[in-house]
């Protein structure tokens, strides 16, 4: 997920139980040019594999010469993303836009194929719009040139992030093709996900947003999976103290500058459904550096810790 699921959120939250993670989408593009922060991105050196390097771009041939890189950096898996739907990406004919032209998504897929010794996958949309749900097609055509899974928001472009994820049509896509279909769309809840999982017959699902800042979701999926019952999800206290070590762990890594910002976010997600969280999350956002933010984290959570010894 662009902007959130960098190196260190992935070593972060795999050990919570899943199966794979994938980088931020990356541009074929700048990847031609070596530029720092794009190989920032798609750095998977230290993370247990195996892992999955995600692409985006237009040119067949382009896409084929940045799937060689991410290669040659480490990525056991290369995902094509005919998904986004920022305008920053289709205005450029990548991302969704590609759903636009399905030749073009064959030729793109069958050049990266051809050009990488391992496994590729692709994530897209359900179409550009409700008039053009091409995704059984492309699948058909994915699985035609070698691609080895598909995973399927079961969105259109248009509709960004509106409305909800139709798991009919995933199930419907399952039923299409024969190469694994990874299941997508709006899975917050580890007991629905089991439920979407066995009415559409998937072979598996992709959490998303509902993973950022509740890591715990993915151990109470990971037990239901494998026939155990859950794990009740940690209380306040004990969530504000892992993200004190992801803020931690941040700074360690990316150094103060850049960790600050990115933590901002983070945080966001973690100082939620408590009494007193948005109170928090304001006092925060006021904070100027690391060492004040999480001395003001640590301020709350060891109130918190001494409320639950006093109950
Ligand atoms: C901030 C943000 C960044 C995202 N970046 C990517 C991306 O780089 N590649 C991708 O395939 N999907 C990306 N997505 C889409 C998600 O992977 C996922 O398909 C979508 O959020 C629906 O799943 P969910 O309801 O579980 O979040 C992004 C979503 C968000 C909210």
Not at 4 to 25: C, Q
Not at 34 to 40: D, I, K, P, Q
Not at 145 to 153: D, E, I, N, R, S
Request: hydrophobic share 40%.
């Amino acid at each position: 997920m662009s902007g959130v699921t960098n190196r260190t959120l992935r070593a972060l939250y795999k050990p919570f139980g899943l199966g794979l993670t994938v980088t931020e989408f990356v541009s074929s593009n700048a990847l031609q040019y070596g530029n720092r922060r794009t190989m920032e991105m798609i750095d998977q050196h230290g993370l247990e594999h195996p892992v999955s390097t995600q692409l985006w771009g237009n040119d067949p041939q382009i896409m084929a010469y940045a799937a060689k890189v991410v290669r040659e950096c480490g990525a056991d898996i290369v995902d094509i993303n005919f998904g986004c739907p920022a305008p920053k990406v289709t205005k450029t004919e990548g991302g969704s836009a590609c759903l636009r032209d399905v030749d073009r998504c064959e030729a793109i897929m069958r050049a990266v194929v051809e050009a990488v010794d391992c496994p590729v996958t692709v994530k897209m949309r359900l179409g550009w719009t409700e008039q053009d749900l091409v995704f059984v097609e492309v699948a058909k055509r994915a699985q035609a040139v070698g691609v080895q899974a598909v995973t399927l928001h079961a969105r259109t472009a248009r509709q960004f992030y509106k409305g909800s994820a139709d798991w009919e049509h995933i199930a419907v896509l399952k039923r299409a093709v024969d190469i694994p279909v990874i299941g997508n769309g709006d899975l917050d809840d580890p007991s629905l996900a089991m439920e979407r999982m066995r009415e559409s017959g998937v072979d598996a699902v992709m959490l998303g947003r509902a993973v950022l800042g509740n890591p715990w979701l993915i151990s109470a999926l990971r037990s239901l999976m494998e026939g155990e019952q859950p794990q009740p999800y940690p209380p306040s206290a004990a969530r504000l103290r892992y993200a004190i070590h992801h803020y931690r762990t941040m700074v360690a890594e990316w150094g103060e500058e850049r960790a600050v910002p990115q933590m901002r976010k983070h945080l966001g997600y973690y100082l939620k459904g408590f009494a007193g969280a948005s109170e928090l999350r304001e006092r925060v956002m006021r904070t100027a550096g690391a060492e004040e933010t999480i001395a003001v984290v640590e301020e709350t959570t060891a109130r918190l810790e001494s409320q639950a010894l006093v109950a």
